[in-house]
């Protein structure tokens, strides 16, 4: 160790300077406020802080500071950086997205389908006949979300698919039969 090299102890863990200054520029360069907070954590730990009161002043638990020491004690600064979640990865490839975003914003009757409104079931069937790629309703709907789409219940009318003149011609014919006067009840004895 160099001369000026100095040592911080942290909870039976011994940091240089360099440890230190590498912390601190991990700390200041990150854009993410979980990595923020945990190289805060490592530093304060190093300032010989006690748990509460570091939990205190990061707004987190002491069983957050001692997951960040231990990670921090196994791995170093690489893991106070964030893992890829667990799991496998999702079906809905960028192709498949590329083909939603492109069917979505077209009218089904252009692509010769006999409906005007897309629903879940009619463009999964739809994505799944072009790419392939079989998706859920539920899982559908979150990479629209995701997406950046909304999607509602289609309301359904009648009109354009009625003829407008007989319909309108007995919605006047109904209302006029609404403001006759009743006639009174006659009893047969």
């Not at 559908?140 to 997406?147: F, M, N, Q, S, Y």
Request: aromatic share 6%; with cysteine; glycine share 6%.
């Amino acid at each position: 160790m160099d001369s000026l090299d100095t040592e911080v102890i942290m909870v039976g863990l011994k940091l240089t300077s360099k440890q230190l200054d590498a912390l601190d520029e991990l700390r200041f360069c990150s854009r993410e406020a979980k990595v923020f907070r945990n190289a805060t954590i490592v530093l304060l730990s190093a300032g010989r802080n006690s748990k509460p009161q570091i939990a205190f002043e990061m707004g987190c638990s002491i069983s957050t500071i001692d997951s960040v020491r231990k990670k921090y004690r196994q791995q170093g600064i690489e893991g106070l950086l964030p893992r890829k979640p667990p799991g496998r990865p999702s079906v809905a490839t960028s192709e498949y997205r590329a083909a939603l975003r492109e069917a979505v914003q077209t009218p089904p009757q252009s692509l010769g389908y006999g409906f005007s409104v897309w629903s879940l079931a009619r463009l999964a069937q739809h994505l799944k006949r072009t790419t392939g790629v079989s998706l859920s309703d539920d899982q559908l709907g979150r990479v629209l979300r995701a997406e950046g789409f909304s999607y509602q219940r289609p309301k359904h009318t009648m009109k354009g698919k009625r003829d407008e003149a007989a319909y309108e011609r007995s919605r006047r014919a109904l209302k006029k039969l609404k403001k006759k006067p009743s006639s009174p009840l006659q009893t047969k004895y």
